[in-house]
Antibody, heavy 124, light 107 residues
């Protein structure tokens, strides 16, 4: 059974760095083709893709947020970490991690398992 | 980046109706498109991938079609549990992008 769970601070101050952890089970990021992605959703707004890391440690980022994001993995702990620097109130959102599998050059089917999400509020 | 135009943003319908949601890409993405359903306070759930393949466990009243730049999600015979927000997503190339969402509400 595949599960993912996001954890991190519920409240951060402007200019601070946000660190979120995705802890997963039911699959391994050392398995060829596996990857984990981060997606966020501001209250009442649409989904926004942020970053993805694959089993081979290749990393991909949102163009608009690339300079502020870092994604990394700890395969032994079954965790993926996302850091976002210089947080601003517009970054207030629910942050999700999700699993995907790569076949060839593209994902096999999009994001097939999602965590429940964690709401991060940016306020002083 | 590939831009997506999802329409309509709001759709009012009744139980038993047939509805369609459209997603148009700024460039061709072959069939690398997924549809998700999201209910309030919940994470999105994968409905359809590869433009037309139903994810396991998804009812057959959901169907997807299209390739290249134009895609459609169709729900035939709406059920009460189908009233939710729907998103399309392209996974043809990075950065991945989502549509702006379609809220399906009860008329």
């Amino acid at each position: 059974q595949v599960t993912l769970r996001e954890s991190g601070p519920a409240l951060v101050k402007p200019t601070q760095t946000l660190t979120l952890t995705c802890t997963f089970s039911g699959f391994s990021l050392s398995t060829s083709g596996m990857c984990v992605s981060w997606v966020r959703q501001p209250p009442g707004k649409a989904l926004e893709w942020l970053a993805l890391i694959d089993w081979d440690d290749d990393k991909y980022y949102s163009t608009s947020l690339k300079t502020r994001l870092t994604i990394s993995k700890d395969t032994s702990k079954n965790q993926v970490v996302l850091t976002m620097t210089n947080m601003d109130p517009v970054d207030t959102a629910t942050y999700y991690c999700a699993r995907a599998r790569i076949g060839g050059q593209q994902l096999v089917k999009g994001f097939d398992y999602w965590g429940q999400g964690t709401l991060v509020t940016v306020s002083s | 980046a590939i831009w997506m135009t999802q329409s309509p943003s709001l759709l009012s319908a009744s139980t038993g109706d047939r509805v369609t949601i459209s997603c148009r890409m700024s460039q061709g993405i072959s069939s690398y498109l997924a549809w998700y359903q999201q209910k309030p306070g919940k994470a999105p759930e994968l409905l359809i991938y590869a433009a037309s393949t139903l994810q396991s466990g998804v009812p057959s009243r959901f169907s997807g079609s299209g390739s290249g730049t134009d895609f459609t999600l169709t729900i035939s015979c709406l059920q009460s549990e189908d009233f939710a927000t729907y998103y399309c997503q392209q996974y043809y190339s990075f950065p991945y992008t989502f549509g702006q969402g379609t809220k399906l509400e009860i008329k």
